[in-house]
């Protein structure tokens, strides 16, 4: 496994105000895993099994409600905007996709159902800023709709890697082709996700592409 950071890309050469206000809006691993992130029970189930349904590759990001027993119920799949990483973009968009999939949660006194997010990019499995951004993002949007903030995994050509936490593996990759719904041997793929409105439909791929 590679440890440190990957550099910055050009793309993130801005003004000084406006890369301080960025910078703010992103989180490090340290900060990640001090915020006591919940840990899946088994991650390579639930990577398996948003693979599989959503099929991503890079700059693609698969956001995952999962509920108190760790069963998927609902999820969306969207392809992030070429520009600059920035948190207040990432918690937005995935705000918005939330919404778009499963109620919120902001009258319960403490989160049952916690949001996952799988982003599959290019590069290794080092942290980048990217990450950070997304991670921010992440927290902010769960706190908004009332979800307990879960676990943020990359998917790279190298395999899969829940960062914060050391754990993953070599495939699925975003090189691999997605298994069948039917033949992932995870509780995920057995799941039929519920919509905004509560009810149940047969199983789809939500996303925006």
């Known amino acids: ?3 440190g950071f990957a550099p910055p890309t050009a793309t993130s050469l801005r003004s000084p105000s406006e890369s301080a206000s960025r910078l703010a809006r992103m989180l490090e691993p340290a900060e990640w895993t001090a915020a006591g992130i ?3 029970r088994n991650p390579r189930e639930v990577v398996s099994g948003l693979h599989s349904r959503h099929a991503p590759t890079p700059a693609t990001a698969v956001l995952a409600v999962l509920d108190h027993e760790e069963r998927l ?6 392809v992030r905007r070429p520009a600059p990483a920035d948190g207040w973009e990432f918690r937005n968009a995935l705000l918005a996709h939330l919404r778009r999939v499963i109620p919120h949660d902001l ?8 949001a996952v997010l799988l982003y599959c ?3 290794d499995e080092r942290w980048t800023e990217e990450d950070g951004a997304w991670m921010w993002g992440l927290r902010d949007a769960c706190t908004l709709h009332g979800l307990r903030c879960g676990a943020y995994i990359t998917l790279t050509r190298g395999g899969w890697q829940v960062l914060g936490e050391g754990r993953g593996g070599r495939r699925p990759s975003s090189d691999s082709s997605p298994l069948p719904i039917g033949e992932v041997p995870a509780e995920l793929g057995r799941l039929t996700p519920r919509t905004a409105s509560g009810a149940t439909e047969p199983l789809r791929r939500a996303a925006a592409r």
């Open 1 to 3: 496994m590679t440890l």
């Open 121 to 123: 990019r290019e590069g």
């Open 73 to 78: 119920a609902a999820s969306a799949s969207f």
């Open 38 to 40: 919940p840990l899946l």
């Open 107 to 114: 009258r319960r006194r403490a989160p049952v159902r916690t």
